[in-house]
């Protein structure tokens, strides 16, 4: 075996033992903490005002119109809509919205109008005035054009 593996092999051993050693080490940790936490929360004793609220609540749950199990039976049955007090209904409450118009990326819902194609018409083209000049006058010997004049009089050949 050459050197160059046995060092190899040898960071990948301390890295493997590293890791295992620092996991492990964490779960032990975190058993460890959630242990005393849970035995102090377990052993403090309550504050009167806590046991206070909470006899309250449970007073209240037994003093209702129907006791707490016949309620969770017929909601079961009749589902949320067969009761006018739990029944869903729309909210006219706006207060969660009010915050996100001060949030720097809020972009407002905006109504968006039907887009239809726009006909694209030609351009017109622009055509150059002309300007009015006197026509000439023509005189009758001499032909209205020079290239007329120098082509001589076709004849024919038999």
Request: a neutral charge; aromatic letters at 6%; proline letters at 11%.
């Amino acid at each position: 075996m050459s050197t160059g593996n046995s060092e190899l092999f040898t960071f990948l051993g301390a890295a493997f033992s590293t890791i295992v050693a620092l996991f492990g080490g964490q779960i032990l940790y975190a058993a460890c903490l959630d242990l005393r936490f849970h035995d102090a929360k377990n052993g403090a004793p309550q504050s009167e005002a806590a046991v206070a609220a909470r006899d309250e609540q449970l007073q209240k749950l037994a003093s209702g119109k129907l006791p707490l199990e016949q309620a969770k039976q017929a909601l079961a049955q009749r589902g949320r809509d067969g009761f006018a007090s739990v029944a869903a209904h729309p909210s006219d409450d706006l207060s969660a919205v009010a915050g996100w118009i001060h949030h720097p990326a809020f972009k407002p819902v905006v109504a968006h109008p039907i887009r239809t194609p726009r006909v694209i018409a030609p351009e017109p083209v622009a055509v150059p005035p002309v300007a009015a000049e006197p026509a000439p006058e023509a005189d009758p010997a001499k032909p209205a054009h020079p290239a007329h004049a120098a082509k001589p009089a076709a004849t024919k050949a038999h």
